[in-house]
């Protein structure tokens, strides 16, 4: 079985991205944490499933990328 291949991207063609609050370009990743209910229709499991997603926090003013104007 084939392995799927990681696209090969050249870190110097990335567009810098800024806080929208206050400009700043540096961001912090952490997690935000939930839990799939076991009674969710697609849940098969029949128990809870606890799931994380990345979240980026401004390194400034602490705004979450992302989530402007929410």
Not at 14 to 42: D, N, V
Not at 44 to 50: A, F, L, S
């Amino acid at each position: 079985m084939l392995s799927p291949q990681t696209p090969q991207f050249d870190i110097t063609e990335a567009i810098p991205k800024k806080c929208p609050q206050c400009g700043c370009e540096l961001f912090e990743a952490l997690y935000r944490m939930g839990t799939i209910p076991s009674m969710a229709i697609r849940n098969r499991t029949g128990q809870d499933v606890p799931i994380k997603f990345e979240a980026y926090l401004c390194w400034e003013c602490g705004a979450e990328y992302g989530k402007e104007g929410k």
